[in-house]
C-alpha cells in the first residue's frame, strides 16, 4: 500500500511508508470475510498521531444487498430458536469478548484516540456486560395474558425480522454491542453498519462471532461511509427495523429514508445536557462529578453536561476550584495510564470543535481554560487531533456555543437565580437528552429533575446506569427508548391472541 493514497473521497490522510503491514478490516455477510463489491477502500487513520492505522472497505448498495439477503435468509431458523438457546449464543459471544478484552480496550483507544483506562473500564467491560445483560433479561423474559370473564388474550413477541444498526465512533463497540445483543436475543438477525471512523472493534465482534460459530448470516458487518453503505441499508426495501445512534441532522436523514416503507424505527441522537449546581451541593463531591460530566471521552459522549449552571451565591467559588480541577486533568497519549484526556476522534471533528470556540468570542464568551492545543505534546503525536479541556463564561444562555452540540472538551458556564431560571435555561435548547442535579436535599433535587425536559436525569451522579432502565431522549435527542424491557419490546413484535371460552 505504502504511499498511495486510496483517492476514496475521504479526508486527505498521512500515509507512512513503512505501513506495509496495516490491516484490512473486510465486511462479514452470511458467515464469510470478504472485500467491498466495488474493491474500493477507505482509511482509517489515527487520532493522535494521523497516519494510517487500516483500510476498510468502501461498500455500496451491492454489499449491503448481498447482507440484508444473508440475514432474510438464516432468519426463520434463528427466529425458531428457543429464547434459551439464543440467550446462551449471547453468553458464548460474551465470554469470548472477555478473553480478548484487552484486545478490545487496545483497538477501541487506538481507533478512537480515548485513553486506555476509559477504554479498559467503560468500552471493552460494558460491551461485554451488554451481551450477558441481554442474555438474562430474555432468559427472564415473561410475556403477559390477560383474563376476561370469558377469554384470556395471551400476548405474544415475535421478531421484527433483518435489523439494520447504524453507530457512531465516540463509544464504538459499546453502542454497538447495546443493539447486536437485544436484536438477535428478540430473533432477529442483523445488518450492522459502524462508523467509518471507527471500525476496528465492529470488525474484532465480526471475528468473535464467528470463532464461536452463531449461524452464517444471523450476524453480518457491513463497513462503509453513511453516505454510501449507510442510506442503502437505511432505504433498502427488506429491512424491518433500523436502529441509529449519531448526529441530530444525520438522524432526520435516516428517518425519512426508513419511513419509506415504515420501518420500525429508533433514533438515539445528541444531546446539550444541563449540569445544575445548586448552592448547597457538597462541592467536595460535585466538583469531580462536574468534570467528568463534562469531559469523559474528550466531551465526546451524547450525555455530557456540556452547559454547567450554578446558583450565583456560590458561582466564584465553584468556578475557582472547578477550573483548578479541569486544569490538572492529564491531557496526551491515550497510551499512558495517568492520562485523562486523550486526542479528538478527527481532524475534521476537531475543526468543528474550534469553529465553536471562535463562534464563542463572537458571542461574547471568555475563556477561562483550554481553547488550544495542550502544551507538551510530544513529536511524534505532533499531527493529532488535540484540544485542552475548555471552560467558557459570559455567554447568553440562548447563544449557539450555549444551545447547539458541541461535542468535544468544551463547557459553558452559566449563573442562575432561583430553581424557575435553572430550570428555564436547562430547557431552553432544542435537545432533551439528559441532565444532572447537584444538592444536599434529595427532594429539591427530584423536584429539579422532573422539571427538566429530558429522558434521563441524575441526582448527584452522571452516566450511573443500570441497564433495565430506559435510555432515549425527547425533542431532537431522539425517538423511542432502549435499555431492559424497552429494548426486547423494540427488537419485537408484540401480537395479542384473544381465546375465547364462553
Ligand atoms: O455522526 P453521524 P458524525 C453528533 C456530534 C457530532 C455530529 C456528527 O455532534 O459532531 O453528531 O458526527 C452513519 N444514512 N454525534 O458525523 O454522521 C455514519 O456512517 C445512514 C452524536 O460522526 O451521525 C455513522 O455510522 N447512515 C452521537 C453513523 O451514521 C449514515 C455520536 C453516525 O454518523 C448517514 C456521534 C446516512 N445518510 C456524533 N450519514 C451520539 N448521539 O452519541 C452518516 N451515517
Known amino acids: 500500500m505504502g504511499d498511495e493514497c486510496c483517492n476514496s473521497g475521504c479526508k486527505p490522510c498521512l500515509l507512512d511508508p513503512d505501513d506495509g503491514d496495516i490491516p484490512d478490516l473486510l465486511n462479514y455477510i452470511d458467515g464469510e470475510f470478504t472485500t467491498a463489491a466495488s474493491e474500493e477502500w477507505l482509511n482509517d487513520l489515527s487520532p493522535v498521531t494521523g497516519m494510517r492505522i487500516a483500510r476498510v472497505p468502501n ?17 426463520p431458523e434463528w427466529a425458531a430458536f428457543s429464547r434459551e438457546e439464543r440467550a446462551t449464543w449471547l453468553d458464548k459471544i460474551a465470554d469470548a469478548l472477555e478473553v480478548r478484552s484487552e484486545e478490545v480496550a487496545q483497538l477501541e483507544s487506538l481507533d478512537t484516540g480515548k485513553p486506555i483506562t476509559l477504554a479498559r473500564s467503560v468500552d471493552a467491560a460494558r460491551s461485554i456486560a451488554n451481551f450477558r445483560f441481554f442474555a438474562e433479561q430474555v432468559r427472564e423474559f415473561t410475556p403477559e395474558t390477560f383474563e376476561m370473564t370469558n377469554a384470556t388474550n395471551h400476548v405474544i413477541y415475535k421478531p421484527v425480522g433483518v435489523a439494520g444498526l447504524i453507530t457512531p465512533w465516540n463509544l464504538p463497540l459499546y453502542l454497538l454491542s447495546w443493539k447486536v445483543a437485544p436484536a438477535l436475543a428478540m430473533g432477529n438477525t ?20 464467528d470463532d464461536v460459530g452463531l ?13 454510501n453503505a449507510g442510506s442503502a441499508l437505511t432505504s433498502h426495501h427488506d429491512v424491518d427495523l433500523i436502529s441509529f445512534t449519531g448526529g441530530t441532522a444525520t438522524g432526520a436523514a435516516v428517518a425519512a429514508s426508513a419511513a419509506s416503507n415504515f420501518k420500525k424505527l429508533s433514533l438515539e ?35 455530557c453536561g456540556s452547559r454547567i449552571l450554578i446558583e450565583e451565591s456560590i458561582y466564584d467559588e465553584f468556578v475557582g476550584k472547578f ?9 496526551g497519549d491515550p497510551s499512558d495510564p495517568d492520562t485523562t484526556l486523550g486526542a479528538l476522534v478527527s481532524s475534521d471533528h476537531l475543526e468543528k470543535v474550534m469553529s465553536y470556540i471562535t ?20 513529536e511524534q503525536f505532533a499531527n493529532g487531533n488535540w484540544l485542552s479541556p475548555t471552560v467558557i463564561e459570559g455567554l447568553s444562555p440562548e447563544s449557539r456555543c450555549a444551545t ?22 436547562a430547557n431552553a435548547t432544542d435537545y432533551g437528552l439528559a441532565g444532572s442535579v447537584w444538592t444536599r436535599d434529595l427532594e429539591k433535587g427530584k423536584r429539579i429533575a422532573e422539571g427538566i425536559d429530558t429522558g434521563m436525569v441524575w441526582v ?3 452516566l450511573h446506569r443500570d441497564l433495565r432502565t430506559p435510555f432515549g431522549g425527547v425533542k431532537h435527542s431522539g425517538v423511542g427508548r432502549e435499555g431492559g424491557r424497552w429494548s426486547l419490546s423494540f427488537y419485537s413484535h408484540a401480537v395479542n391472541i384473544c381465546l375465547y371460552d364462553e
Open 59 to 75: 461498500s455500496n448498495e451491492d454489499d449491503i444487498d448481498a447482507a440484508v439477503t444473508a440475514a432474510r435468509s438464516a432468519l
Open 269 to 303: 441522537l445528541g444531546g446539550k445536557n444541563a449540569t445544575i449546581v445548586c448552592a448547597d451541593a457538597d462541592l467536595d463531591a460535585t466538583i469531580p462529578g462536574v468534570v467528568r460530566a463534562g469531559f469523559l471521552n474528550q466531551g465526546q459522549v451524547c450525555l
Open 404 to 425: 447547539e452540540e458541541i461535542f468535544g472538551p468544551v463547557v459553558t458556564l452559566h449563573p442562575f437565580a432561583d430553581e424557575e431560571e435553572a430550570l428555564a435555561i
Open 460 to 462: 448527584n451522579t452522571w
Open 323 to 331: 477550573l483548578t480541577a479541569v486544569n490538572d486533568m492529564p491531557v
Open 190 to 209: 442483523v445488518v450492522a453498519k459502524p462508523s467509518e471512523l471507527t471500525p476496528m472493534t465492529a470488525s474484532l465482534l465480526a471475528e468473535i462471532i
Open 215 to 227: 449461524p452464517a448470516g444471523v450476524f453480518n458487518l457491513v463497513h462503509g461511509t453513511g453516505i
Open 359 to 378: 463562534l464563542s468570542q463572537e458571542e461574547g464568551g471568555r475563556i477561562l481554560a483550554g481553547g488550544n492545543k495542550p502544551e507538551g505534546i510530544p
